[in-house]
C-alpha cells in the first residue's frame, strides 16, 4: 500500500483503518492534480493559488542540534478555513477539494460547519469561492460555485448533494495536461474575464 | 521557561538553541496579537484574514485507534508564502510579520528570498500587501507597504532595512484594545476605504 507524502505507517489494527488510509490516498489524487495546475498558473504569472499547510498541533518537539527541530508528537486539528486560496485578476479566490466514492451524492459530512461558514462569508465578502469535487467511481469532477453550494444547503433538508445537482447546477472539469484541471478557465467564464 | 502552544522541549545542548527558542517565543506576542485581532475582526463581520499553519513534512504517523492519529516525526519546512491572507472589502490580503530586537535595523534575512517573491507576484497582480515589522526593544511596530519595501531592497546592497526607512515610509501601528493592532485602519487610509 501506499501512503501519501512517504508517510510510514507504523501500527494498525482495523479494516476501518485501512479503508480511511486508502481514502486519505486517493484524496491525494485530486489534490495533486491540484497542486500541479496551481504551480503551472504561477509559472506561467497568471494566480497565485496555494494548498494551506494541514493544520496541526504540535505538543513535543526535539532539538538534537541547532536548526534541527524534530517534532516528535503531535496532532491532526480540523480547519477552520478551506484547503486553497490565492489572487486572480487581482480578485480572491478561495476553494475547497473533495473526492468522493459514491456514485450518487455528494455527503456533506466531508464539509466542516465551519468550512461552510467560511465559504459563506467570502460570498457575503465578495470574494470569488467554491467547491471541486471529484466522484472518483465515475471520473467525474465539478466545479460548483458557492452561490449555488448555500442555495442548495439553505433549501433542503438532506446531508448530501445529489449528483444530479451537480450535472445541473456544477461545471464539469475536464482533465488536460498543461494545466492539468483548467478550473480558472470556468473561473474566467463566470466572472467574465 | 515558556515555550509557545504548549510545545515541550525534549533535548537541548547549548545556549544558541535556548536563544533560538526564546526569539521564538518573543515572536508569539506579534502574532498573538495578529491572531485576536484577526479574530475580532471577523466577529464583526469585517474581515477574514487567517494565519496559515506551519509548514511541516510528516514523516511518520501511528494510528493507534480509529480518527486518533497521532504524528510520530515530522520537520519544520521552509513557507513558500507568507503567514497571513485572506479577504476584506473585496480585496486580497497578503502580509508578512516579523519581530526584530534591533535597535537600527531590520534584516532581510527574516524574510525568505521566496516570501519576497510571493509579494512582488501578488503587488503585480494587484493585491493588497505588505510587513509588519515589530522593532521589539523600541516597542515600535511598522506596517510597510510591499511596493516600499520592493523599493527599498531593489535600490539598496544592504542586508537590512535601517529604522530610518521604517519611520519615514511605513505607518506607526498603535496597540488598542479592540482590535489590539489596527491594521486595517491604515490600509483604509490607503486604499481610500
Known sequence: MNYPNGIKKNNNSSDSIVSELSHKNRG???ESE???TNEYYRSIDKAFIYKKP???KITKVDYPSRDKAVIKEAFFTIP???DYNGLYKGKYIDFEAKE???KTSF???NIHPHQINHLRNIYNHSGI???IVRFTTLNETYLLMVNDFLNYIDNNDKKSIPIDFFREKAYLLKDGYMPRIDYLKVID???GG
Open 100 to 102: 468522493t466514492k459514491s
Open 129 to 131: 469561492a467554491f467547491l
Open 34 to 36: 491540484l497542486n500541479t
Open 107 to 109: 455527503s456533506l459530512n
Open 80 to 82: 477552520s478555513t478551506t
Open 189 to 191: 467564464e463566470i466572472i
Open 54 to 56: 494541514t493544520p496541526i
Open 28 to 30: 491525494m489524487t485530486l
